[in-house]
């Protein structure tokens, strides 16, 4: 391996970051701001320079052994290959233009250099599960991207709902590595080791190792998937979790944190049998799904593009589940392009609405934001996968691995949920940047700062090419062994091969986005809860999973924790505790009044304590 | 004769006798600069030893087998630098609570002990052993009572002298008896001709003798039922010779306790098991528990050390190379944990008249750095990973179970049980002291503590020996394996 330090620098150095604001700079904005930024985009420079020297179908490791006890023998390595260093250009490049828009977009918030620390922190933890060569640091940095993204959702913990939201999204997520941590000792206890490598050795040397535990153990790792990416029934954190400010959404909610779980997957798939992959694909795609239907109803323009982000990580878990994690990878990262690009526009948008994110206060944008309006219409193309945007040919990629499996009912769902995309992303679009000003705020609105709009830019224009620059064939090398390079214009027409999913692809996106210019060309407010009446309310208030937890499950672990809390207070620190305490207490005052201060006294103990000891050993 | 193999030791006797003439050259208020030359000096000589040049380094025995330097010795030895040099600059900051100007005989004494503890690990012969003892020991004596012209410590100084006085007679009459039935005083012909003469090993006679030695030890480590000096002592001492006597001294205690055991009589100490599980066990509850009730934090502190030194007292009970490997492993982070503690005392404690937990209140925000280096310090005590006590405490449960399995001694588990208990009781009085730091009410006097840049840099190098010896065991855990090695040889 050529420059083998690189990686390890392109992990540490936002670590450096954090560590070095949390320490000395807390008081400067931005000095702290600059110490951040420069830690990520070094990452994305060294991880240039890396590829460069090895090439991107380079694949190894480098470690070193970090502890060893007994027949537990754990590197701390990091595993380089076409998948994880792709992942490095996402998260270093996406999360950099970021970083960058954060140093306008959080100038005015007096936490501005905590806020840095916390993305450094956090960025390093995600670096962290990209490079892990073995399940226990993927592990380790999993919860600390746990804990980084519990901070940066809860930035504004003055906010009860922040704090909250906060709140939700740790316990959610850990309840999906609670069946990780089980699934990791499952795959431990009966393969012997953690190393990433050596699993897949033994899995391909005998694939039945796993033995009749094989399913379980494949879903329990899911189950961590599930949490970090927001599946269903785990999804309810992430549209809570808007709460965070804008850049912490974009990127924790379209480039990082919940891209970790499709990437976990990917990296793991040698674990899954045919049952296990079966079940992912069915909850991936019920996941966009619902998802899809709950967007339709959403009001608040952070949130719309949430359940979108739900939805379209439903596409990629259910690529996954159809054996197909070059479509799913592929997704991903133009998600991670188009996803960011909608979010940074919807803070610009935000900004310029002095922090109103209700959309029905909005309208007539386009003209006041040219800018945004231009990059986010890019963003909305690409999600809606029109072509030749880049969300086109990541989706027709899956509607492809769809049909090539013959699952023909997740291809319908795939596919009403793609008109659906289209039909909500543009409502949204109508909405928000045509029609009448609703507001004064609407009125007054004017564009954002160049720091603001140049990420926008960037993004857009990858959120325009990334289809067809050959990152399809970097994870393809990654999964098919004999994989063939396409060229730039062969990639270009790769769609033409497949021509049903892309022909029925194009025309539900063209629907979806004619039937929201018909139904919010002009209007001031929504039409469809007239016409679809409880539904509407249903898609409007999510299906009331919220509602349906709370009325189970809180509810069910309100009264545990009430009988709980009665048997700790009386039985347990009561009476035990109690007990246990007094007599620990009392001891401790007896011992001390042996404690005489008194020479003679302390002489005598002395010597009393060589006759016990002799006698002990010599008197019997 | 090889007398090459105690340069180390000359040196550093020379450098005490050096910081005695300066003493005579440098005006009094410049006297605790010395101790910076000496650091220097000493720092010099660690990293020699550390790159492998030193006379420690270079393994054989001299006088006639008396001496010994192994991988053991190296381990300690430079163990007792790095805690001298710590204590050095501890003394630094403490100096303007010494009498006028004598810092510097100060000093010197603290490498007059070093010397002790240097002979001690190399220790392979009783006439050794009792000679490294009494010059540390009686160096001691005056350390302990160095702050003339308070009461509490003349006071220690007193009952750490006739304590130590009658400690010294029971072990002086044990190598007596052992001299007289076996004839042998040097530790590897004495097991050696145990082994040739099975019933002399056996002989209450001997088995007397034997056991006298330990209860000296035992008064050094201050393990049950010799433990009773340590809290008066800990807390009426200089702040500084507690530092030195909780671990130079505990350290060379251990080192000689090792040897005996496992070098000159591991034929007697194989039927001991249980002996060394009860006296264990005892002294990890009563440290504990007598902890509980404490207010003076020196005090408390020196109960834990009791605690701790049943905790170490596991390595050796486990009678097994993982044991001793982790007893040594233990030691290491000890030194750092308890220096940090007290370096922290030290530097807060210096206005105030007595050192009582109340005093902390507020520290948080004179000086975060002070309330975090404590709380660490308190934390990794208590033995809470990621630092360095949860290591070590791992290492010796682990040792202790993996002979429970071997040997079928339900009394091991006993004892693994009852350090757990006794880790959740020291909870309680180690948070005790974190909630001082930060939930007390906050005391009229709130003014910034100042920290000169020796201190800081102390504090920082013992955090970072926290942190390092708990998130890397694999490079100290290589070089504990090695010494502990050598014992068996």
Redesign the interface.
């Given at each position: 391996m050529k420059n083998e330090l690189f990686p390890w620098l392109i992990l540490f150095l936002p670590l450096l970051s954090a560590t070095v604001i949390a320490l000395f700079t807390l008081r400067s904005k931005t000095v702290s701001s600059l110490i951040s930024i420069g830690a990520v985009a070094a990452g994305f420079v060294l991880t240039c320079l890396f590829v460069n020297a090895n090439g991107i179908h380079y694949s190894g490791e480098t470690s070193v052994?970090?502890?060893?006890?007994g027949g537990l023998n754990v590197d701390f390595g990091l595993k380089l290959d076409a998948l994880s260093m792709m992942m490095l250009f996402v998260v270093t490049g996406v999360g950099g233009l970021i970083h960058i828009y954060s140093y306008s977009y959080m100038d005015e918030d007096a936490g501005k250099a905590r806020f840095f620390a916390f993305l450094s922190l956090f960025t390093f933890s995600m670096l962290g599960i990209v490079l892990a060569n073995n399940f226990l640091m993927t592990f380790i940095f999993w919860e600390l991207v746990g804990v980084s993204s519990y901070l940066l959702i809860g930035f504004w913990f003055e906010k009860p709902s922040a704090g909250d939201a906060a709140k939700k999204a740790f316990i959610t997520n850990r309840l999906g590595d609670f069946g990780f941590l089980a699934g990791i000792l499952m795959v431990w206890g009966l393969l012997g080791s953690l190393n990433f490598s050596a699993l897949q050795n033994a899995m391909v040397s005998n694939p039945a190792a796993l033995g009749a535990s094989a399913t379980i153990a494949g879903l329990l790792i899911f189950c961590g998937a599930a949490g970090k990416s927001a599946q269903f029934p785990l999804h309810v954190w992430l549209p809570d979790a808007m709460e965070g400010p804008t850049p912490v959404s974009a990127l924790i909610h379209a480039a990082t944190m919940v891209a970790a779980g499709v990437y976990m997957l990917c990296r793991t798939l040698f674990l899954y049998n045919a049952d296990a992959l079966h079940v992912i694909a069915y909850i991936g795609g019920f996941t966009a799904l619902l998802a899809a239907l709950m967007a339709v109803q959403q009001n608040d323009i952070k949130r719309i593009i949430a359940y979108s982000t739900l939805s379209q990580l439903g596409y990629m878990v259910m690529a996954v589940g159809l054996s197909g994690p070059t479509p799913a990878m592929f997704h991903l990262t133009m998600h991670a392009f188009f996803k960011a690009l909608l979010f940074l526009s919807a803070g610009s948008v935000i900004i310029g609405m002095h922090h109103e994110q209700d959309i029905w206060h909005m309208g007539g944008l386009k003209k006041k934001m040219p800018v945004t309006f231009w990059t986010f219409t890019i963003g909305a193309l690409a999600l809606s996968g029109i072509p030749p945007f880049a969300g086109f040919y990541s989706k027709d990629s899956i509607l492809a691995q769809c049909l090539e499996q013959k699952n023909y009912l997740l291809f319908a769902v795939a596919v009403f949920v793609a008109g659906l995309t289209a039909f909500y992303t543009f409502r949204l679009f109508f909405v928000v940047f045509f029609g009448k000003e609703k507001t004064d705020h609407a009125k007054h609105a004017h564009e954002s700062p160049l720091i603001i709009t140049a990420p926008l830019v960037i993004l857009a224009i990858f959120a325009t090419i990334g289809g067809f620059i050959g990152i399809t064939n970097n994870y393809g090398s990654q999964f098919v062994a004999d994989h063939e390079t396409l060229s730039l214009a062969q990639q270009f027409l790769e769609p033409l091969k497949t021509p049903v999913p892309m022909f029925i692809g194009i025309g539900v996106a063209l629907a979806g986005i004619f039937l929201a210019f018909a139904l919010y060309k002009i209007g001031d407010k929504d039409p469809l809860p007239a016409k679809l009446g409880g539904l509407a309310t249903a898609m409007k208030n999510k299906f009331y999973f919220d509602e349906l937890y709370e009325a189970t499950f809180i509810r069910a672990h309100d009264f545990l924790a009430a009988v709980a809390d009665w048997i700790d207070r009386w039985i347990l620190e009561g009476a035990i505790i109690g007990a246990i305490r007094g007599g620990?207490?009392l001891?401790?005052?007896a011992?001390?009044l042996?404690?005489t201060?008194n020479?003679q006294t302390?002489?005598f103990?002395?010597?009393?304590?060589?006759a016990?000891?002799?006698y002990?050993?010599?008197g019997k | 004769m090889n007398s090459s193999l105690i340069m180390l030791e000359i040196s550093v006797i020379g450098l005490g006798l050096v910081l005695m003439l300066a003493d005579l050259f440098v005006p009094a208020e410049r006297r605790r600069f010395i101790g910076y030359a000496a650091i220097a000096a000493l720092g010099v000589l660690l990293v020699t030893s550390l790159s492998g040049n030193g006379s420690c380094g270079q393994f054989g025995t001299a006088f006639g087998g008396m001496f010994v330097n192994d991988a053991l010795s190296l381990f300690f030895k430079q163990l007792f630098i790095v805690a001298a040099i710590l204590v050095l600059f501890m003394a630094a900051e403490f100096s303007d609570k010494l009498a006028e100007g004598s810092v510097a005989e100060y000093y010197s004494l603290i490498l007059f002990a070093l010397a002790g503890m240097l002979f001690a690990a190399s220790s392979n012969d009783f006439t050794m052993l009792f000679v490294s003892i009494e010059l540390i020991t009686i160096t001691f004596y005056v350390l302990v009572s160095f702050q003339r012209s308070k009461l509490q410590s003349l006071e220690a100084g007193?009952?750490y002298l006739?304590?130590g006085a009658?400690?010294s007679s029971?072990m002086v009459f044990g190598i007596a008896l052992i001299w007289g039935t076996t004839g042998e005083l040097n530790f590897t012909k004495l097991a050696d001709f145990l082994v040739k003469n099975p019933d002399v090993a056996s002989s209450?006679i001997f088995?007397?003798g034997v056991?006298?030695v330990?209860?000296g030890l035992g008064?050094k480590i201050a393990a049950?039922?010799?433990q009773?000096?340590a809290?008066?002592v800990y807390q009426g001492a200089p702040t500084p010779t507690t530092a030195f006597l909780a671990i130079g001294s505990k350290a060379a205690g251990f080192v000689l306790l090792l040897r005996v055991l496992f070098t000159a009589v591991p034929s007697v100490t194989a039927h001991?098991a249980n002996?060394l599980i009860?006296i264990s066990a005892i002294t990890i509850l009563?440290g504990n528990?007598?902890?509980?009730?404490q207010r003076n934090l020196k005090r408390l502190l020196g109960y834990s050390s009791i605690a701790h030194a049943g905790y170490l007292l596991l390595g050796v009970a486990a009678l097994s190379a993982s044991g001793q490997s982790a007893l040594l492993y233990y030691l290491a982070g000890y030194v750092f944990t308890v220096m940090a503690a007290l370096f922290v005392i030290t530097l807060v404690m210096r206005q105030l008249p007595n050192e009582d937990i109340s005093g902390l209140a507020g520290l948080n925000q004179r000086s975060p750095l002070l309330a975090a280096t404590l709380t660490i310090a308190m934390v990794s005590l208590a033995g809470i990973p990621p630092l360095a006590g949860f290591f070590g405490k791992f290492l010796l449960l682990?040792a202790v179970i993996e002979t429970a399995h071997i040997t079928h001694n339900h009394g091991y588990y006993c004892l693994a049980f009852t350090v757990l208990a006794g880790v959740v009781?020291s909870l309680y009085y180690y948070f005790g002291v974190i909630r001082a730091i930060y939930w007390s009410k906050h005391p009229e006097d709130m003014s910034p503590i100042t920290l000169s840049s020796p201190a800081k840099f102390a504090i920082w190098a013992c955090l970072t020996g926290i942190f390092w010896i708990g998130l890397?065991?694999?490079t100290l855990l290589n070089i504990t394996d090695l010494a502990a090695a050598a014992l068996g040889k």
């Open positions: 052994n970090w502890l060893t006890i620990t207490d001891s401790g005052r011992l001390r042996a404690q201060g020479l302390y002489a103990l002395f010597v009393l304590g060589v016990l000891l002799l002990f050993v010599l | 007193v009952k006739i304590l009658l400690s029971f209450q088995l007397l056991l006298l330990l209860v008064f049950f039922p010799f009773i000096w809290p008066d001991w002996l009860v009563y528990l007598c902890a509980i009730p682990k009781i890397f065991p694999n």
